[in-house]
């Protein structure tokens, strides 16, 4: 067992590295397993939901329960039937502990809703914060990532882009300039005849 207790140690310090060098990584983790305890709080709701309905009934038969006993101990009394008073007595009396019981389960379950619904939306809280940081660190990456882009583009650009190229059999380029060369020189030789 040492063995794999080794080898789960190295893989969970390996984890924890590369989640350290990944923040974002993290963050995702962090939202998955906030999810998963915010479904868990979820599924234990409903399941004590469903239990203090099915105490709830239990607890309404055992009072209906009760009322018919302790009608029975009336009629038994008024009849004076003491062979029936004592053990329909009981009968209450095990029904009244039953329904105490009852009351006390109910009572244990109305608590662990609250508490529960209390952890679900501390949960779910701290889930839409992880989310927030999750978006943030996406857009702190995109902007690292387009400044990288920016940066390595700012001693490149322009001198790569141009649309000439010295092969081409025409270049307006320099066609407006020898025209414009060929003007100045017309004119030059105007100002010196003109002398």
């Known amino acids: 067992m040492s063995l794999f207790d080794d080898l789960s140690r190295f893989l969970e310090t390996r984890l924890d590295e590369f989640l350290r060098a990944n923040p974002h990584l993290e ?18 709701l409903t399941n004590l939901k469903r239990r203090e309905k099915e105490l709830e009934s239990n ?8 009322q018919q006993w302790h ?21 209450e009396a095990a029904l009244l ?30 889930r839409q914060e992880v ?12 902007a690292q990532r387009a400044a990288q882009s920016a940066d390595t583009d700012w001693g490149t650009a322009g001198w790569n882009q141009t649309t000439y190229t010295g092969n081409q ?19 030059e030789l105007k100002r010196k005849m003109g002398r």
């Open 71 to 91: 009608k029975r101990i009336e009629k038994a009394k008024a009849a004076n039937r003491q062979d029936l008073v004592g053990p329909a007595q009981e009968r």
């Open 97 to 126: 502990r039953r329904g105490n019981h009852l009351w006390g389960q109910m009572k244990s379950v109305k608590e662990r809703i609250t508490q529960t619904t209390q952890l679900r939306q501390r949960v779910s809280k701290k």
């Open 27 to 44: 963050l995702r983790a962090l939202e998955d397993q906030l999810r998963g305890q915010e479904e868990d709080a979820l599924r234990l």
């Open 169 to 187: 059999a025409f270049d307006p380029l320099d066609e407006t300039f020898r025209q414009w060369e060929a003007e100045e020189d017309l004119n």
């Open 131 to 142: 989310k927030t940081k999750i978006a943030q660190a996406a857009a702190q990456q995109a």
């Open 59 to 66: 607890i309404l038969d055992t009072a209906q329960d009760i």
